[in-house]
């Protein structure tokens, strides 16, 4: 519990205190020179770190702190950092010398004093804690500050008799200072992370931006080439007799499956069918002309059709004309084909089916209506339509790329689809507010060897060129046109057009691995040694690129034609 008396405070510390409690204790005094009445074994202060949170608190704060202790092992501690230490409230404060190769080498800051006496650790002991308390104060205050621990007349006569002085300000150990290691380990977090970046951005820049371009100029010529040939997943090998080109083939497919689904448009007229009966009519000039009708034929009025239920014999019923008779049946039971109230007829006229020879009137009733939406074929017709309009570049990517990886050059002209498999939700006349359509398609193309298509062209176009000074450079095959004449699941008849480039004797893979690693400067003097190159020009990038990249696929090499 602090105690106040004539500007000072004695605070009494608990052996349980914490560094932060006492910190709060000085702040929380109002008197500018506050005494600490430390127990036996405060090891609270017998840290370094914690001392030096105590002087920093004191020193921000303006106030003057005395630790009363009698314990040697704070002693050292408080030399350390500057602290004022009395054995009691009674005895004069003095800062402990520490004898430490730091402090021998610090220069000491002396402050003039008004008795031109100055005050050291050593001669402090004999000098009241009040005196000591103007130490480090504003050099133009007008009154200096006196200390007094108690209010016995022995310490008030002594800081009287004294002569107020300004103390010499202690200079801060640096070598003290507290680490702040929240600082220190998210620098060394920021460092490691900053090498990782640094590694990976090297070995990306090293490995995968790195390419050169390489233009050759030559005279060179276009040569065309036209030919057909047989892709043919059965041949073995390449075959070019009897003027038929076959190439061995691979058919690379997939299949997916697709669904559209669409609303219904069908009508059904689901109600009562309407009943009624027919008399049927007909002209002869004999009875031996006539025939019945059978029970099931159909007899039709305003395009509505009836059944008829049972057969129709005809008796004698007067005069046809001048030269027939005419006979009739009697009545015959008949049934609309469809539910409806459009099929209640009364005294119509039916024509008979298949039986031009008779007519028939009657009436039905009893057709009421009861419309449902049902599945027509339109509907299924319209899913399908939609399926079959769907983008398939997607697949056709998927076979192309099928097919490199197995180290085929693509026919893409070849890619098919096959008959779907249909299946659908419902069927025509179910009734069904919506039908959904599944299509199962396989899809096909054909690959064969690039190496087997050069050799068509080479030997198409070897007899164009002269081939003491020249050879072919490029087939031309990534720009060839391909056109299926014929095809079925296992071949395919293919005509090619391609335009080859012929120069001097260079060719491209080659020069790749010849100029893999060498300086742009080494590239063109080797390239430019060939007698049919006119020049050459080497591009890298990005900037930081000095020589071309080992990997082939990082090198394009274009031969241009000299104008």
Known sequence: MPTNSNGKDTVYIDIDDEITTIIEKVRASNEKIVALVLPKRATVLQSIVNM?????????????VVLITSEAGLLPLAGATGMYVAKTLQTKPEVPSVSTPAEADEPAEEAELDDAEEITPETAGSRPIGELAGLGAVAAADEVETVELDDTPAATD?????????AKKVKKNKKLAVPNFEKFRMLLFAGIALLILLIVGGVFAATALPKAEVTITTDTSSVNSALTFTADTAAK????????????AISQQTQKTQTQQVSTTGKKNNGQKATGSVVLTTCATSPGQLNPVAAGTGVVTNGHTYIMQQSASFNYAGSCNGSSFKFQSGAVDITAINGGADYNVSSASFTVAGRSDVSATGSASGGTDEILQVVAQADIDSANQKIAAQDNSALKQQLQNQLKQAGLFPLVATFVAGTPTTTTSSNVGDQASTVTVTQAITYTMFGVKESDLKKLVDNDI???????????????????????????ATSAQIAMTTTATAGPDLHADELKKQIAGKKAGQVQDMIKSDPGVTDVKVHLSPFWVTSVPSKASKVTITFVKAQ
Do not use: Y
């Open 462 to 488: 070897k007899d164009k060129i002269d081939t003491s000074k020249q050879s072919i450079l490029n087939e031309g095959l990534d720009k060839a046109s391909f056109h299926v004449n014929t095809a079925n």
């Open 158 to 166: 002594a800081a009287a008799a004294e002569p107020a002085a300004k």
């Open 52 to 64: 030096k949170l105590l002087k920093r608190t004191a020193d921000n704060e303006s106030k003057r």
């Open 237 to 248: 090998s390449l075959s070019t007799t009897d003027n038929k080109l076959v190439l061995p």
